[in-house]
């Protein structure tokens, strides 16, 4: 089931950077495009990123219904997080995005 989403976006550009947009969200969610990951696995495939910085992205993300937290009642606590329906339908355009940016870090040599 899709969240209401309240929010103000000026165009559907606008829409999708607030939705994405961010230091790490990307990073996320191409970290979750082909495995389900617990916290410690996404802390680890997320360079630089503080821990206080990740729980707010995922909250985030999973607020904006791109991604699934599911807790597993168990002791030690399990938490996995997966990329939902809305999720998925955005990497491909992610990975249009990496190609993009691939071939500009080549021109300028980076």
């Not at 599911?70 to 990329?83: A, I």
Request: with cysteine.
């Amino acid at each position: 089931m899709a969240k209401k989403i309240n929010v103000k976006a000026y165009c559907p550009v606008d829409y999708a950077f607030q939705r994405i947009g961010g230091k790490y969200k990307g990073r996320i969610l191409w970290s979750l495009k082909d495995d389900i990951l617990r916290y410690g696995e996404l802390k680890r495939n997320i360079e630089g990123i503080t821990p206080k910085m990740l729980t707010q992205t995922l909250k985030e993300l999973e607020a904006d219904g791109l991604i699934f937290r599911k807790v597993y009642l168990e002791v030690p606590p399990r938490v996995e997080y997966s990329l939902s329906e809305t999720g998925i339908e955005l990497i491909p355009f992610i990975n249009q995005m990496s190609a993009w940016a691939e071939k500009q870090m080549a021109l300028i040599s980076i």
